[in-house]
């Protein structure tokens, strides 16, 4: 994992801000159809991968997408961006 307090090279905002509880928070704010989520196990699931990957950054981005793990995990349909293949398979 990479750590650092330098800001988002993408949003300019410092990490301090992106929290994981911060983002769990916001996460719960936005609605998603339940025929459109990924099952709550399936969710937790992808996360835990995520939180393994050497490409998360901050304990919440992904450094292939630039994605918050948590958004990206989220849908049903959505895949993991890693180049090697997708781990949440």
């Known amino acids: ?9 993408r949003c300019e905002q ?3 801000f992106f929290t994981p509880e911060k983002i769990a928070q916001r996460l ?3 609605p998603i159809a339940a025929s459109l989520a990924a099952e709550e196990v399936v969710f937790k699931k992808r996360l835990e991968e995520c939180k ?4 998360l950054r901050e304990q919440v981005l992904c450094s292939y997408c630039g994605c918050f ?3 990206r995990a989220r849908p049903a349909l959505s895949r993991c ?3 090697l ?3 949440w398979t």
């Open 69 to 71: 793990v948590m958004f």
């Open 14 to 16: 410092d990490f301090d």
């Open 52 to 55: 393994n990957c050497d490409a």
């Open 28 to 30: 719960k704010e936005i």
């Open 81 to 83: 961006p890693h180049p």
């Open 1 to 9: 994992m990479i750590t650092t307090n330098k800001p988002c090279y």
């Open 85 to 87: 293949g997708d781990k």
